[in-house]
């Protein structure tokens, strides 16, 4: 698994997942930094023209360095929610195929304090190279879990006791209407198609994030932002002891 970038790389150094790594020929900006936590964890560094840089890259912005990284564990989704820290809080990804998308939300994912993200292993975009940049590092911090079918691990989810919400555009539940203060798992649909069929049958909720502009829907990684953070604000509200939204 090839991950690029300053921050993805540092990550993902401190995860002690990097077995190698190459830098340019220059080391400037904060390449000293990546230099002194590879040297601290003992790993490998072979300096390269930029033209390898360039080549292994495949052309994204790798500002001077590049890593051969151990690749994600995968993780079952009896492990996402028997390992919460607290109330599960999980995303799921249903189709979700541009790299830097799937990279925003595990960033947001992250940043949130998500339990884990459960995606389907085809129909999915790889979480090296564009989407480890995307994420900042966090595909380094995030626990995954990959599915043959998102419509069973709904299922699955639901007999651990886990409320599906999935977000619709069209549906008629405003997203802050639901108690995320349950344990929950947020459903995206794939750019465009939004979420499919079976996978639509299979959510206990469905919400919509109200548009007051001349679109009707967010970017799918935005639209993960929003609703994680409200589910946060809710969860902080009743930790200290008020009321919070149900929908029944």
């Known amino acids: 698994m090839i991950v690029y970038g300053i921050n993805p ?5 401190r995860s002690g997942r990097v077995k190698t790594l190459r830098v340019g020929e220059r080391s400037g900006g904060r390449l000293p930094e990546v230099l002194a936590l590879a040297r601290e964890h003992g790993v490998p560094v072979r300096r390269v023209p930029v033209e390898a840089l360039e080549r292994d890259s495949q052309r994204g912005v790798h500002q001077g360095v590049v890593a051969d990284v151990e690749d994600v564990r ?4 009896d492990d996402l929610v028997r390992g919460a820290a607290g109330t599960p809080l999980l995303v799921v990804l249903d189709g979700i195929e541009d790299p830097h998308n799937v990279g925003a939300i ?21 979480l090296a190279g564009a989407a480890a940049k995307a994420s900042a590092g966090a595909v380094a911090h995030v626990r995954i879990a990959d599915v043959v079918n998102i419509a069973r691990a ?18 008629g539940t405003p997203y802050d209407a639901i ?16 979420l499919r069929r079976l996978v639509r049958e ?3 909720f469905l919400a919509t994030i109200p548009m007051r502009g001349h679109l009707n829907s967010l970017n799918v990684s935005v639209a993960a932002g929003v609703t994680l953070f409200e589910a946060l604000r809710q969860r902080n509200v009743k930790a200290s002891g008020s009321a919070v939204p149900r929908v029944k």
């Open 9 to 13: 790389v540092l990550e993902a150094l």
């Open 74 to 77: 995968s993780y079952t989704i």
């Open 106 to 126: 595990l960033r947001t994912a992250d940043a949130a304090g998500v339990d884990g993200v459960i995606r389907q292993t085809r129909r999915a975009a790889a």
């Open 154 to 171: 709904l299922d699955e989810l639901k007999e651990a006791g886990v409320w599906a919400v999935g977000l619709a555009a069209e549906a």
């Open 179 to 194: 108690d995320f203060t349950a344990p929950s798992a947020i459903v995206l649909g794939g750019e465009g198609s939004g």
């Open 202 to 204: 299979r959510c206990d």
